[in-house]
């Protein structure tokens, strides 16, 4: 049981910490014994949007003069998929992005970008360790059958 | 032929990946029968609105109820809304749209156009049960909804009832315990859109 009561205790620390809110929450309600994988799936697409998003953001953003309003409509997706699944503070440096689109601030852009890359990266590194845990001590009845 | 109780079929329209998959799930579990698209032009396809012969009978798999996300590139949510509303065959198949973003002006456009309900992404799954309920309530009664709007009352109030009392929602929806029941929307005012005068069409 120590096992799965430091799965437990890792998974509370994301909310804690406010990497994770509530919409995490939710998905894991989704989950069931015939969608086993359902929140790693999901996750694994936001990785996969992600990835897309913060490739052409990069790219936008080394343009002269930048084109704030593509950078909006990037964001805006970004923001969409980060809520979706309840990454807090990734999705709070996608507001504040935007923010600084809709004010044409060049340096504020750059610099929150940076910003959310490192915050994403952290979360993903974060789940990835998280899932992988999670398979690897299995399900709890396993865990509780005498040796 | 009736579509049988508790067997909707909806078709979902969204360009997000993540979304289109949480939807699906969420439709899923509320029984409902999905087909998920990822862009209005889809979505009309699907719907056989794109004048080109498809191999969907629209008989054999009628839809019961069309969700779609707003903010889509090609076609947004209101061109789908607007394009099914005047389709003679298609426009009294409800619409909800989806936005993560609550812009009033937006909200008003959309219900006044014809959509059912403006939902406030990310969509829970209080919010499909809701709709779920509402959608099988108002199923093969369309001479009462019609009589109702010719009485003046908003299409919302379909759902919302006697619980029109908004106060401003705040966009952030926290663990309230939502029941399905529309008396008890007030809980989930959140995702209600704002009362507005109703158009007499």
Known sequence: MELHRQL??????????????????????????????????????????SARLIHSIDQALEKQPLDFA????????????????????????????????????????????????????????????YFQFARQIGPIEMASRPN | MEKMADELHVLAVDDSHVDRKVIERLLKISSCKVTAVESGRRALQYLGLDGEKTSVGIDGLKVNLILTDYSMPGMTGYE????????????????????????LPRI??????????????????????????????????NE???????????????????SLTQSVPSSLV????????????????SQQPLSKQPKIG
């Open chain 1, 70 to 129: 593509k950078l909006d409509s990037y964001m805006h997706q970004f923001k969409g998929s980060s809520s979706s699944i309840g990454a807090k503070k990734v999705n709070t440096e996608c507001t504040q992005f935007r923010e600084y689109c809709r004010a044409g601030n060049v340096e504020g852009c750059k610099r929150t970008f940076q910003q959310l890359k490192r915050e994403y990266a952290v979360l993903r590194k974060k789940l990835e360790a």
């Open chain 1, 8 to 49: 437990a205790n890792l998974r509370q620390s994301f909310f804690d910490q406010g990497y994770l809110d509530e919409q995490f929450i939710q998905l894991e309600e989704l989950q069931d014994d015939a969608n086993p994988n359902f929140v790693e799936e999901v996750v694994t697409l936001f990785y996969k949007d």
């Open chain 2, 108 to 141: 008003d456009r959309c219900l006044e156009e014809g959509a059912e309900e403006f939902l406030l992404k990310p969509v829970k799954l209080s919010d499909v049960k809701r709709l779920k309920n509402f959608i099988l309530r108002g199923e093969g009664d």
């Open chain 2, 174 to 189: 926290t663990g309230h315990d939502i029941q399905s029941t529309p008396e008890s929307s007030a809980a989930s005012v």
């Open chain 2, 144 to 162: 009462e909804t019609d009589k109702r709007i010719k009485e003046g009352s908003s299409r919302k109030r379909k759902f919302q009832d006697d």
């Open chain 2, 80 to 103: 789908l809304l607007k394009k099914i509303k005047e389709s003679s065959a298609l426009s009294k198949i409800p619409v909800v749209i989806m936005s993560s973003e609550k812009i």
